[in-house]
């Protein structure tokens, strides 16, 4: 596709629920990030891949989060025994290199748990 | 410790008229500095791009200007339209690292007919 796409664009979950969310990158992108905007707050980075190397974890608030990126493409973010707290909209991005940094947005899941 | 500031928080204002928004930042080192800005269910789109040694950069009626001395940013709309109602978001980059991007929480602009 043309941009970034996130699927699904809602989700409500039960608390204690697993859930996953789905990026599909721009095509030739490398770089991909997942972040997290809650409810007036500014994006929080949550994890980080690029090509090949190590994703950069440092932001996944929890060990229940989690997210892999299959054959440097599709990314899923996973939510393990998901809490309240976890409610917010989850946005992906992608870029064609670090230097540049210019990161183009999916329109986000917007979790909601119950 | 990196920080964007944005203000106002939220902006009210007519169809029509001009309006800026304000940004302050922290981030050293300092890269570059963005504008997105982000309809109501929707990812961030951007604006404007500024490295250290410009000062203004222009997108239709969205000028962005940046005093790197300072540490401000700028974003000022021009004739305002209703399209322009969204979140706009000042993003800052320390450098050219993964997790460089430093993101203000937003300014919330509702254009009114």
């Known amino acids: 596709g043309a941009g970034v796409s996130q699927s699904p664009s809602n989700k409500v979950t039960e608390k204690g629920k697993d859930v996953e969310l789905r990026c599909d990158p721009i095509?030739?992108?490398?770089?991909l990030y997942w972040y997290r905007q809650s409810l007036g707050q500014g994006l929080e980075f949550l994890i980080y891949?690029?090509?090949?190397?190590?994703?950069?974890k440092s932001g996944l608030p929890s060990d229940r989060f989690s997210a892999e990126r299959t054959g440097g493409s599709v990314s899923t973010l996973t939510i393990q025994r998901t809490q309240q707290e976890d409610s917010a909209v989850y946005l992906c991005?992608?870029?064609?290199?670090?230097?540049?940094?210019?990161?183009?947005f999916g329109a986000g899941t917007r979790l909601s748990v119950l | 410790k990196n920080q964007v500031e944005q203000s106002p928080q939220s902006l009210i204002i007519l169809e029509g008229k001009n309006c800026t928004l304000q940004?302050?930042?922290?981030?050293?080192?300092?890269?570059?500095l963005r504008w997105y800005k982000q309809d109501t269910g929707r990812g961030p789109v951007s604006l404007t791009i500024?490295?250290?040694?410009?000062n203004t950069k222009s997108n239709g009626r969205y000028t962005a200007t940046l005093d790197a001395d300072t540490k401000q940013s700028s974003l000022h709309i021009t004739a305002s339209q209703l399209s322009d109602s969204a979140s706009y978001i000042c993003?800052?980059?320390?450098?050219?690292?993964?997790?460089?991007?430093?993101f203000g929480s937003g300014t919330r602009l509702q254009v009114q007919p």
């Open positions: 993003v800052v980059s320390g450098d050219t690292g993964r997790r460089a991007l430093t």
């Open positions: 095509s030739g992108h490398t770089a």
């Open positions: 991005a992608s870029s064609t290199t670090v230097a540049k940094n210019i990161q183009y």
């Open positions: 940004c302050n930042y922290t981030v050293s080192p300092f890269s570059n």
């Open positions: 500024m490295t250290f040694s410009e």
């Open positions: 891949f690029q090509g090949n190397s190590a994703p950069d």
